[in-house]
């Protein structure tokens, strides 16, 4: 008799929960998704001008993420990345700083490019040094409960390497200001990214839009191992039955309490003998029967807040850099992407043509030449509140001039499109203290699982969090079953001389 698991949510922690227990005897899986595609937010959509399919966001993976690689490579689209092992940073004056890892163990491998910032002076680079050991020894479980903000000025940080280097590093990262993250959830990102691994830092983009990684390959390949998918889909609630009679020895739970199945927007009921709640978390509760939303183990999923992030989507009518990417310092952009380069070449689009505008970087409603072949960039802020009440206009235009201070080849180029796109909660915020809220992936109810990068990984908000969610539900899912399988990947290993240096 085999086992019947419905995961509602197709996003990352949902496909991933699917990619673990896919292929597994006994087991029958049924993936519903509510929006038209697959990714939930790691998704694209066709830019209406130009015709292209875009991401509504940049997405980067690190070396240190484990769990998402090891997904990419179970589903076969690993090879749809890039791994770069060098970063240029443009400093507020316009230099460069390129980082790359020297032929040294970590953490020693970015010690030289440290040192060559251009932007930090030494005093700020030596006390960034004595914050990066004091933020490695400092025990992550005991962290105190302020801001990261408040830990760097106890810790002798200066403005000026507060403002470019900690900001830079987290506000990417973690998509939000330094007064609004946790100690702990910095530290994970300095650790594992820079002073553990020296392959730990290394960005792994995607060369093609998120639909073709998350679209019908993946799908395809979940069907070919017994995973029914269902787009459009949506559920509007979890059916749930409690037995008669029974006692509860958790007062915090229903006796007896089990989810059977799932009713659909449509009316459709699908039985069901597991459930994985792949969904955000603002739409856990709604989904679950009144007297079941007042359970402790769930009560801080409604007190978790959320970020945005922009996307500037820019073409022009020729390259304005021959960058992959770079890191902007001391600027409202954050990371300029180059998808034409990252992508292979420049895109040819031909929408119908429209008389041309004034030259100088104004703005096209469409593209004037149905041959031309335009060169297609992508500019990230994160932890972007400002840029929601600012507008799109003004952003745009906002990052048009910083782009022409750094590359005056702006000036000369035509901008021939260019839109903003804000995913207004794009990551869940990791406050200080966040952990206490977020829940386990085994809810209160046996066979209900929670997925997300909301919930309790030990990483903060990421596509790497995300995915050991998926993985950690379908392990608990397949402990039931009574299969012992450990999807979660280790972390890369921790060099000897960075457990000397900082008890790692």
Same mark, same amino acid.
């Given at each position: 008799?085999?086992?019947?698991?419905?995961?509602?949510?197709?996003?990352?922690?949902?496909?991933?929960?699917?990619?673990?227990?896919?292929?597994?005897?006994?087991?029958?899986?049924?993936?519903?998704?509510?929006?038209?595609?697959?990714?939930?937010?790691?998704?694209?959509?066709?830019?209406?001008?130009?015709?292209?399919?875009?991401?509504?966001?940049?997405?980067?993976?690190?070396?240190?993420?484990?769990?998402?690689?090891?997904?990419?490579?179970?589903?076969?689209?690993?090879?749809?990345?890039?791994?770069?092992?060098e970063l240029t940073f443009i400093g507020p004056e316009g230099r460069t700083s390129r980082m790359a890892a020297a032929p040294l163990p970590a953490p020693?491998?970015?010690?030289?490019?440290?040192?060559?910032?251009?932007?930090?002076?030494?005093?700020?680079?030596?006390?960034?040094?004595?914050?990066?050991?004091?933020l490695a020894r400092t025990d992550p479980k005991s962290a105190d409960a302020g801001s990261f903000l408040d830990w760097l000025k106890r810790h002798g940080?200066?403005?000026?390497?507060?403002?470019?280097?900690?900001?830079?590093?987290?506000?990417?990262?973690?998509?939000?200001?330094?007064?609004?993250?946790?100690?702990?959830?910095?530290?994970?990102?300095?650790?594992?990214?820079?002073?553990?691994?020296?392959?730990?830092?290394?960005?792994?983009?995607?060369?093609?839009?998120?639909?073709?990684?998350?679209?019908?390959?993946?799908?395809?390949?979940?069907?070919?191992?017994?995973?029914?998918?269902?787009?459009?889909?949506?559920?509007?609630?979890?059916?749930?039955?409690?037995?008669?009679?029974?006692?509860?020895?958790?007062?915090?739970?229903?006796?007896?309490?089990?989810?059977?199945?799932?009713?659909?927007?449509?009316?459709?009921?699908?039985?069901?003998?597991?459930?994985?709640?792949?969904?955000?978390?603002?739409? #856990?509760?709604? $989904?679950?029967?009144?007297?079941?939303?007042?359970?402790?183990?769930?009560?801080? +999923? @409604?007190? %978790?807040?959320? *970020?945005?992030?922009?996307?500037?989507?820019?073409?022009?009518?020729?390259?304005?850099?021959?960058?992959?990417?770079?890191?902007?310092?001391?600027?409202?952009?954050?990371?300029?992407?180059?998808?034409?380069?990252?992508?292979?070449?420049?895109?040819?689009?031909?929408?119908?043509?429209?008389?041309?505008?004034?030259?100088?970087?104004?703005?096209?409603?469409?593209?004037?030449?149905?041959?031309?072949?335009?060169?297609?960039?992508?500019?990230?802020?994160?932890?972007?509140?400002?840029?929601?009440?600012?507008?799109?206009?003004?952003?745009?235009?906002?990052?048009?001039?910083?782009?022409?201070?750094?590359?005056?080849?702006?000036?000369?180029?035509?901008?021939?499109?260019?839109?903003?796109?804000?995913?207004?909660?794009?990551? #869940?915020?990791? $406050?200080?203290?966040?952990?206490?809220?977020?829940?386990?992936?085994?809810?209160? +109810? @046996?066979? %209900?699982?929670? *997925?997300?990068?909301?919930?309790?990984?030990?990483?903060?908000?990421?596509?790497?969090?995300?995915?050991?969610?998926?993985?950690?539900?379908?392990?608990?899912?397949?402990?039931?079953?009574?299969?012992?399988?450990?999807?979660?990947?280790?972390?890369?290993?921790?060099?000897?001389?960075?457990?000397?240096?900082?008890?790692?």
């Open positions: 008799m085999s086992v019947h698991v419905v995961i509602v949510g197709g996003g990352l922690a949902g496909l991933a929960a699917a990619a673990g227990l896919a292929g597994r005897p006994g087991l029958r899986i049924t993936l519903l998704e509510s929006r038209p595609r697959w990714g939930g937010r790691a998704s694209s959509f066709v830019d209406q001008t130009t015709g292209e399919t875009i991401d509504n966001c940049q997405h980067v993976a690190l070396g240190c993420c484990t769990c998402f690689r090891h997904f990419c490579r179970t589903i076969g689209i690993e090879g749809m990345f890039c791994r770069e092992r020693l491998h970015l010690a030289p490019a440290f040192a060559r910032f251009n932007f930090l002076s030494w005093r700020d680079k030596l006390g960034l040094a004595r914050g990066l050991r004091a940080q200066t403005p000026v390497a507060i403002d470019r280097f900690w900001h830079v590093v987290l506000v990417s990262a973690l998509s939000e200001t330094l007064d609004r993250i946790d100690v702990g959830h910095a530290r994970k990102v300095f650790v594992d990214a820079f002073l553990a691994n020296r392959h730990g830092w290394e960005v792994w983009l995607p060369t093609a839009p998120l639909d073709e990684l998350y679209g019908p390959r993946l799908e395809a390949w979940l069907a070919d191992r017994n995973v029914t998918c269902r787009l459009q889909c949506g559920a509007s609630s979890v059916l749930m039955q409690v037995a008669d009679g029974a006692i509860s020895a958790n007062p915090a739970s229903p006796a007896g309490a089990r989810a059977t199945g799932v009713e659909l927007r449509s009316g459709e009921q699908i039985d069901a003998d597991e459930i994985v709640l792949a969904v955000p978390q603002n739409l #856990v509760l709604p $989904l679950l029967p009144d007297e079941y939303r007042s359970f402790p183990d769930l009560a801080g +999923i @409604e007190r %978790l807040e959320t *970020a945005p992030i922009s996307s500037v989507h820019l073409w022009f009518d020729r390259p304005i850099t021959r960058l992959r990417h770079a890191t902007f310092v001391g600027r409202q952009s954050q990371w300029m992407f180059n998808r034409s380069a990252i992508q292979g070449g420049t895109t040819i689009h031909a929408p119908p043509p429209t008389p041309p505008l004034p030259r100088g970087g104004e703005l096209d409603a469409e593209i004037r030449n149905p041959k031309s072949e335009l060169s297609y960039y992508q500019v990230v802020i994160s932890a972007s509140r400002d840029v929601v009440e600012r507008g799109q206009e003004a952003t745009i235009r906002a990052v048009v001039d910083e782009l022409a201070a750094v590359w005056p080849v702006v000036r000369d180029a035509r901008l021939v499109h260019a839109r903003l796109v804000t995913e207004h909660k794009a990551v #869940v915020s990791m $406050l200080p203290g966040v952990d206490w809220l977020r829940p386990a992936q085994q809810s209160p +109810i @046996e066979n %209900l699982q929670l *997925a997300g990068d909301w919930t309790q990984t030990g990483w903060p908000g990421t596509m790497e969090g995300a995915v050991r969610s998926g993985y950690l539900a379908a392990e608990n899912v397949l402990r039931r079953c009574g299969i012992n399988a450990h999807l979660v990947q280790p972390d890369l290993p921790v060099a000897l001389l960075s457990k000397i240096l900082f008890g790692l």
